[in-house]
T-cell receptor, first 115, second 113 residues
Framework: SAVISQKPSRDICQRGTSLTIQCQVDSQVTMMFWYRQQPGQSLTLIATANQGSEATYESGFVIDKFPISRPNLTFSTLTVSNMSPEDSSIYLC????????????FGQGTRLTVV | KQEVTQIPAALSVPEGENLVLNCSFTDSAIYNLQWFRQDPGKGLTSLLLIQSSQREQTSGRLNASLDKSSGRSTLYIAASQPGDSATYLCAVRQGYNNNDMRFGAGTRLTVKP
């Protein structure tokens, strides 16, 4: 299994500002994933982050809005830039572990409110 | 495109009752299916993982089954407790080289004392 420490757990931010979310994994992992969960909705994949390469973004998400860093095999950050109230969501990081990297594990989530 | 549906969206039961949560998916060619628990405003906790070659998995009071051919999975919770109150999500992964997981919208479970 993999244990992911995610912080902050929640924040209230002013529109137009940026917030950086951090995730630390207790073991080295190849890929990390960032998801968004809008109020009352299910999870949507934002991007996949591999160490040493640019993150791969899903349709509807762009690097200028959600820059991601992956400096080593245990750490990643997601920045939500130039925030608006529509960015209010839970943001989650995830990785895969177990035999063949089959099982998904998640951080505790960051509950972001933009006012 | 894979679509995952969970029914019901919400469920309220008295403590001690056995219950079943349902998950259906449109494309039966899946790699695995995973059930998660999510407490309000929190992250996801992995409950059970079923590989495509498996029919069921058990952990304590939880039992998950998988019927790929019909595109269905169920999560059975025995002797429910108030501490089981949470949202339960199922997610399918299409292939080993496919990074994306498709999530259902979840079933919000309330177990009343």
């Amino acid at each position: 299994s993999a244990v992911i420490s995610q912080k902050p757990s929640r924040d209230i931010c002013q529109r137009g500002t940026s917030l950086t979310i951090q995730c630390q994994v207790d073991s080295q992992v190849t890929m990390m994933f960032w998801y968004r969960q809008q109020p009352g909705q299910s999870l949507t994949l934002i991007a996949t982050a591999n160490q040493g390469s640019e993150a791969t973004y899903e349709s509807g998400f762009v690097i200028d809005k959600f820059p991601i860093s992956r400096p080593n095999l245990t750490f990643s950050t997601l920045t939500v830039s130039n925030m608006s109230p529509e960015d209010s969501s839970i943001y989650l990081c995830s990785t895969r572990s177990g035999t063949g990297g089959t099982e998904a594990f998640f951080g505790q989530g960051t509950r972001l409110t933009v006012v | 495109k894979q679509e995952v549906t969970q029914i019901p969206a919400a469920l309220s039961v008295p403590e001690g009752e056995n219950l079943v949560l349902n998950c259906s998916f449109t494309d039966s060619a899946i790699y695995n299916l995973q059930w998660f628990r999510q407490d309000p405003g929190k992250g996801l906790t992995s409950l059970l993982l079923i590989q495509s070659s498996q029919r069921e998995q058990t952990s304590g009071r939880l039992n998950a089954s998988l019927d790929k051919s019909s595109g269905r999975s169920t999560l059975y919770i025995a002797a429910s407790q108030p501490g089981d109150s949470a949202t339960y999500l199922c997610a399918v992964r299409q292939g080993y080289n496919n990074n994306d997981m498709r999530f259902g919208a979840g079933t919000r479970l309330t177990v009343k004392p």
